[in-house]
């Protein structure tokens, strides 16, 4: 079933049966966008969420299809998290437990991209997220933040040379 299809079923229906197909069509993506954009505070990726759905679901009928149901769906989440976040920097490193890094090195590589993500400056984290693992197009980007596909291209690539940064700093650390 194509995304159109999933909202006009939706939009006939109004039932539960048929907002789940769509709500599962977008949990996983959404979920994570959330969670990234949060630095990781599920609580607040929740309620962003949450709240994503309510106005989602009130302005639904109003889609008029410009961009794809996901990207507009991410506009609002976006909305919704720079709304909920204090305007300063939110990095800070994510709690690590010495004894399961101590002998699960794939979890330390995996603790270290989140906390390399998290000690990102908003915009790059933005940017990073919605290209990098969520796969939006420059344009897509551009237009979801309100920005110029330039500035998307410039922060994507200055986010991932403080990735690079952070990653061989903190294997550096490990290995002293």
Request: hydrophobic residues 35%; aromatic residues 8%.
């Amino acid at each position: 079933m194509t995304e159109q299809q999933l909202v006009d079923t939706f939009l006939q229906s109004r039932n539960e049966r048929d907002f789940h197909k769509l709500y599962d069509s977008y949990k996983l993506p959404l979920s994570r966008t959330a969670i990234y954009l949060c630095n990781h505070d599920l609580s607040i990726a929740e309620d962003c969420l949450q709240e994503m759905w309510v106005v989602a679901l009130n302005k639904l009928a109003q889609f008029e299809w410009k961009s794809t149901l996901k990207t507009w769906l991410t506009g609002i989440l976006i909305n919704i998290i720079k709304r909920r976040l204090p305007k300063e920097n939110l990095s800070k490193p994510l709690p690590t437990d010495d004894g399961i890094i101590q002998y699960q090195p794939e979890v330390l590589q995996a603790i270290d991209l989140k906390n390399a993500i998290s000690q990102l400056p908003k915009g790059y984290r933005e940017i990073l997220v919605l290209h990098d693992i969520e796969g939006f197009k420059h344009k897509e980007i551009a237009y979801l933040l309100t920005i110029s596909e330039g500035t998307s291209k410039s922060q994507l690539h200055h986010a991932r040379r403080a990735m690079r940064n952070y990653l061989r700093d903190s294997k550096q650390k490990i290995y002293e």
